[in-house]
């Protein structure tokens, strides 16, 4: 396309996006988050074929502006909370939709290579569980209880404890993208393996499906929330590197505002996962046909709105 035909064909769109800049009254942070996207696509396509033209430095302006306006002359306003929920977090998750698909397959690479490295090594369940663990739950499974562990501790106390640590593991995945994406890479790929080996210890002792239908009540939503913290510590990581036409400090800014947004959003599945973990998963006798619906419950929750609610909130709000 050449630059006549794609500023023609843009500029009365760019001419309404600064009108909306302009009055403040007629502006929301909605509106404006989605400009702002819009804004930086264009500016994307343009830095690449007119590196050099006025039209790409009409855009960084442009940009800017929007960006300053999002984040700088933002105003609280009724229906904040509600709106966080149903328009601005599922916007910032369309917008690390392909960090959030980085740090799945991260994980799921690192769940592979613990389920084949304690294949072809036993010892190794061993080196990355502990000892400790390995004997209480073979002790456990010589006693017809191999679920035993859950039930060892008072349920509130347990509540807490999983709770914390599940959130001390997430803030770690999006903190540690600070020293770049490897820094989160390491979280996923650390939880990732440790799950493979735990998985793998089960399906040795033949008790996958028992294993699953019990730890999956809680392990849905807590093994989801890792991957996604660490989707924001991606996120976070390549603010730092990839800054593209922003200043450095802005890009941090932007990454580390995107980052929180997530962390915050998934702060009450914390809740929720050390709750099932506290005081459901001890239960290891409930029926089967309980336990799939409470794990097939928290996937389809998962999937739905942190992966195809984005893409529909996003189409709802692109259209000028």
Do not use: C
Request: hydrophobic share 45%.
């Amino acid at each position: 396309m050449k630059e006549i035909v794609f500023l023609n064909r843009n500029k009365n769109k760019w001419e309404k996006f600064e009108q909306l800049i302009k009055d403040q009254s007629e502006s929301n942070p909605d509106t404006l988050a989605n400009l702002y996207i819009q804004i930086t696509d264009d500016l994307s396509y343009s830095r690449t074929f007119f590196p050099k033209s006025s039209t790409t430095a009409y855009l960084n302006q442009l940009s800017m502006r929007v960006h300053q306006q999002i984040y700088k002359n933002k105003k609280a306003k009724k229906g904040a909370f509600r709106n966080f929920w149903t328009t601005e977090l599922p916007l910032t998750l369309y917008d690390i939709r392909k960090q959030l698909l980085y740090a799945f397959l991260i994980f799921s690479v690192s769940v592979l290579i613990g389920v084949l490295s304690s294949r072809g090594d036993q010892a190794f369940v061993r080196t990355i569980l502990g000892d400790d663990y390995v004997n209480m739950t073979l002790n456990n499974i010589e006693k017809n209880d191999p679920m035993a562990v859950y039930k060892q501790h008072g349920q509130t106390l347990m509540f807490l404890g999983i709770t914390i640590n599940n959130v001390k593991v997430s803030i770690m995945a999006f903190v540690l993208g600070i020293f770049t994406a490897f820094g989160t890479g390491y979280v996923l790929f650390s939880n990732g393996v440790m799950l493979g080996s735990f998985t793998y210890f089960f399906v040795r002792h033949d008790l996958f499906w028992e294993s699953t239908r019990v730890i999956w009540i809680h392990g849905a939503l807590e093994i989801s929330v890792i991957v996604i913290a660490g989707a924001a510590g991606i996120v976070l990581g390549n603010s730092l590197i990839f800054t593209g036409t922003l200043p450095r400090k802005t890009s941090i800014q932007i990454g580390v505002r995107k980052g929180v947004k997530i962390i915050a959003g998934i702060f009450p599945i914390f809740i929720v996962a050390g709750f099932l973990e506290g005081f459901v998963t001890r239960h290891t006798n409930m029926p089967m046909v309980l336990s799939w619906a409470i794990i097939i419950s928290s996937f389809s929750f998962i999937i739905w709105y942190f992966v195809i609610n984005p893409v529909r909130v996003y189409k709802n709000q692109h259209k000028f």
